[in-house]
């Protein structure tokens, strides 16, 4: 294998298959990074047990070489030390070849790298995907689809099947919730020009894997496929390959969990509702487990309150921009709730509650796609 | 104790003392910061065994009114609730009022905290500094000779005297020394209009002091009143008074470690050195104490290499300016190199070599205010 390439795309093709790649990975060959030259371009490879990752470089974009390939080939290499090397090489282009020993130079300027090289035959193959449930959608949508959920799902091991995502597809709508157990958050999105036959459910995506494929995706309105099988997902954009491992089990009914009734809704500025939480937190972060209290006041305010009887307590008033129903008095995790307002991009929000005791729903004001349901916390 | 201050200027100001706070302060009232009201302006002081800072607050700067004070009093607070809570305030100022149970009421728009304050009483004095050994530099100046010494100093409680940096002053000019017994920094300044018949030696001052003092001050050239008695040296900036407590015990004599003799004298592009150790450190950080092997190649070539078995081979070279002496072969801790190599803000280094066995000596090659001494390591 020999081939000359562009150091600034190499590097950002690197950095993409490199989040796949784990530092303490079981099995050696998966700690490298497998790149093949084939006679349009490179690809390279990186897989641990949970996500797989191929990025292709072709040969030329447009009238751009972006790879000149002298003899094609593969070779594996240890990614923790490939990916700085490359990063901190002098020149713009850099000269990759392979001998029989699998032993790579690297040369680039006045800086030549001789790294041993491990087997390629024995990196696994990229899971199987056959053409199954597939669709398509746009990637600044799907990283709103991930951003708005993958908040909110357990970092606990206990209930593994929590730490990932459901995704569902119903009548052309693309379900998407994530849930601790104590706060759930769910957006949907029409998919178009989607075979609104296809319908399916229970498949969730770790959220760990679909927060790695939201990072090397950018923010465009290019079109991404999506293939779900029975234990892979399967996300195809330009000269990228996503793959994930599902998550086995059952998913929790989650429908059923939502309230249908309230007996106090109220609107107020999401902003400024984020900041008084923010500051009621300042004093209930520590072993307080961030118990925030909420009180109505008549029907224009809203009371947060938050006391550390050795630190102290603070006070903070939100005007209420509708208010409905019964006064209201409620204790709540305020970290759960601010993790929710930060990913809702509507000036208002709309919270119904039904009594202080019950799960309580919180919305963008101004929109229907998205959902928030939160646990109340027992204080006396 | 009442007033009305500027919200930013508060932050900024109680930032800077809390670099005196430790959060594991071993008496609590060390983790207060202490607020005084005068009649013209707030003072805030934080401090520990080693650092005591004082910042004031004046009530008028120019035109700007930065405090308003309705009643002067005192009071202390716990920093880690107070920094984070001034910051993130709703409005651009903050009333602040004490109550006779030391209970501090905050309020800043729709927010208010009442957090339960200290005696101020029992919040240790500042120490005195009598009128000793004084002189002035600029702050730009003072923040160089921190940032070209500081890095040097030793991080093992093994020898306590060698995490400090020695000052001496000789002639009208300080120098600044700071050694881990492996390598040497030393940077040495001209004062101007000092007392020339000002000497000292033997005041050591701790890095981890100077290297705060240098973060809270900004790269002007207004002067800065340096104090230094037995056991405390002070600084004093505008509307600063940062304190730090000198090292008990005698600094190594340093000078006569510098050897005067060179066989092998070689002048590189700084920019071109630090890059092309840093890469060959890429394959020797892990476990292998940052050895890099350099030889020369005739009088035009610098070859350096570093080898780790099991990954690979890095071979650079780097051409020489100018080469004087005999060949050269010899190892080194490329990190200490490179260390030194980013406070040195010259184009071109002189690197002065005694023998593959003997510190050697790295200079910038226009300027002869700064020295840095390397110890080679064995590899055989």
């Known amino acids: 294998m020999k081939f000359t390439i562009q150091r600034d795309v190499f590097v950002q093709n ?11 990975a079981t099995m050696p060959i998966l700690s490298g990074l497998k790149i093949v030259a084939f006679d349009d371009g490179v690809t390279l490879t990186g897989s641990d047990s949970d996500i797989s990752i191929e990025a292709f470089i072709p040969a030329e974009d447009g009238d751009n070489q972006l790879v000149d390939i002298e003899t094609p080939g593969s070779i594996v290499l240890q990614a923790k030390y490939f990916a ?79 730490t990932g995502i459901h995704w569902g597809m119903e009548n052309g709508t693309l379900y998407c919730t994530a849930t601790d157990s104590h ?26 894997s679909l927060s790695e494929l939201s990072k090397i995706l950018d923010d465009t309105e290019e079109t991404i496929d999506v293939t779900v099988t029975d234990n892979q997902a399967l996300f195809k954009a330009k000269n990228i ?28 500025d999401a902003r400024k509702l984020l900041a008084a939480i923010e500051r009621a937190l300042l004093l209930s972060r520590d072993g307080k487990n961030n118990v925030v209290n909420l009180k109505s006041i008549g029907e224009s305010k809203l009371e947060i309150t938050s006391v550390t009887p050795e630190v102290g307590k603070v006070t903070e008033e939100v005007n209420c921009d509708a208010f409905e129903g019964e006064e209201l008095r409620i204790s709540f ?23 202080a005791m019950s799960p309580f729903i919180m919305r963008p004001a101004d929109r229907d796609y998205m959902l928030h349901l939160f646990s109340p916390v027992r204080t006396y």
Chains 1, 2 share one sequence.
């Open 14 to 24: 690197i950095q993409h298959v490199s989040k796949a790649i784990s530092s303490r």
């Open 84 to 162: 700085d090397i490359i990063k901190k090489l002098p020149e713009a282009t850099v000269e990759v070849s392979v001998n029989e020993q699998n032993v790579t130079k690297i040369i680039s300027g006045s800086s030549e790298f001789n790294l041993n090289g491990l087997d390629p035959d024995e990196f696994p193959r990229l899971p199987e995907v056959e053409e199954g449930n597939s669709f398509q959608l746009k990637t600044d949508l799907l990283k709103a689809l991930i951003k708005q959920t993958a908040f909110a799902v357990s970092t606990a091991e206990t209930r593994p099947i929590l």
């Open 183 to 208: 706060r759930l958050a769910m957006r949907e999105a029409a998919i178009e020009n989607s075979n609104t036959d296809l319908e399916f459910s229970n498949v969730v995506i770790p959220g760990k």
């Open 241 to 268: 390959l996503f793959f994930s491992r599902l998550l086995d089990g059952n998913y929790p009914a989650t429908k059923n969990m939502i309230p249908s009734n309230s007996k106090t809704t109220v609107q107020v």
């Open 333 to 355: 995790n305020g970290k759960n709730i601010i993790e929710a307002l930060r990913v809702i991009e509507s000036t208002d929000v709309s919270v119904q509650f039904t009594g």
